[in-house]
């Protein structure tokens, strides 16, 4: 049952009403200057296609930041960002709900610059004027990505805060003065607890996938964020669902939001082709084989690290170069291993689901569910990776004997009809799918880096510990103090790792166990 706020007790974060924004970069449209009525739940708007017509320029971005997305191959709009951007460059608080791969990115990022761009205040020093929180590091590098193009052709400064790494360039760079933080929330607290950091003076408040933040339990520190911004900010929050808590984010800290919901996640894609490979358990190593070894990038999903990480040593062994991704690996071997995904130099990423929530890479061909997963939504958040941006792809889940029963009803709850066929290695069915196989190629195997050991826990200038880690695929829910790694050899906050060989959480030695 969803309970108020403060009848749990939670202090009062009542917002102040907005008057018409009259700064906007687009003040002049007739189309911005419609009232808006207050309503006690969020007032939705129909879904739409984009409209003929629709482009960036007559949605309202300048004409000099649409080079800019030309440039990066972004020439026209997609419907959520049709549906969103009236309303956000009208500085209206606004709700989103897409899928991933829908174009939420942009659909933030072109509100938050253009409007810090218009805006009088200048930036100060550890005080950034727009914040954007985001569930994992792999996400907040993938939104820089995006944003810094069009903030550095607007003169803004942007960074990123993310755990996992050194803090110090982190405390630098904001000392410095950035208008955009794209931040995870537990490495932005510590920092704000430090002193090196102020959120006073954000104007622009951004959620990003508030959903998958409230799965990994960051709920607390995210409302203790948001009760640091000033009430009168414009947010913008967009999420693929309203449970698990991100609802009472809504009715506490959005002002007369307008909902867009756009292609929700938790709706199967039409473009997306679902299959269930029946196999023998004995069968299913040859054939996940198979279906890794075709010449298109494709994407594998296991239940737990342990076990990404064995899939990719096994598939490399075999001749099919694999990297993995999990929250047992170090930053810099995370980004490494993306890096690789991402520019082809390897074809398969092996991967569980909360490290891969932060992937955003287009034209993965296949996503093979090695391993089910438990519940329907973790099946389209994974099958999600592939049928981006309006693309076809194709989702392929294993299924033993003993899991019969769990995976038909998984199909029946995510609302799809997959092609249910009996295969063993070799099977037409498989080769149908990958197409001709890669030629193997065996290569040397390099060790990933050794992740941080802990440091003694940093005292706060508040006389308490603190420090958290931002990935909740190597840490226990806690919206409590963790510990700040100390005493860092690099850049990347490397130091050497226990002689037992075995990676201890950054939350006291205690990991969560799976993914």
Known sequence: MTTSPRAAGAPSHRRRRRRPDTNRPDANRAHHTTTHVAAARPHTVADRSPARGDDFVSLGVPASVVEVLARRGVTAPFPIQTA?????????????????????????????????????????????????LVPTRELANQVLETLRPIADALGLRTTTVYGGVGQQPQVRALQAGVDVVIACPGRLDDLIGQRHCSLGSVEITVLDEADHMADLGFLPVVRR?????????????????LDRGVDVLVQRYLSEPVTHSVDPEVAPVASMTHHVFAVALADKPAVVHELAGGRERSLLFTRTRHGAKKLAKQLTAAGIPAVELHGD????????????????????????????????????????????????????????????AGASGVAVTLMTPQQTGDVRALAKAASIEPVITRVAPGHV???????????????RVASPAPAPAPQRAARRTDG???GRTDDRDSARPSGGRGRRQAGRSSGQGRVSAPANGRRPSSSGGRSRRGA
């Open 84 to 132: 969103t951007l009236p309303d956000s460059l009208a500085g209206r608080d606004v709700l989103g709900r897409g899928r991933t791969g829908s174009g939420k990115t942009l659909a933030f990022a072109l509100p938050t610059v253009l409007r810090l761009a218009a805006s009088p205040s200048r930036r100060q020093p550890g005080r950034p004027r727009a914040l954007v």
């Open 225 to 241: 964020l948001l009760d640091a911004t000033p009430p009168t900010g414009q947010r913008l929050l967009f999420s693929a669902t």
């Open 464 to 466: 308490r510990t603190d």
């Open 329 to 388: 690996l170090s930053q810099s071997a995370r980004e490494r291993n993306l890096e690789a995904f991402t520019n082809g130099s390897t074809r398969v990423l092996v991967a569980t689901d909360i490290a891969a929530r932060g992937i955003h890479v287009d034209e993965v061909a296949l996503v093979v569910h090695v391993d089910p997963p438990a519940e329907h939504k973790a099946y389209l958040h994974r099958s999600g990776r592939t049928a981006r």
């Open 429 to 443: 069915a498989i080769t149908s799918l990958v197409g001709e196989p890669a030629p193997r190629r065996h290569v």
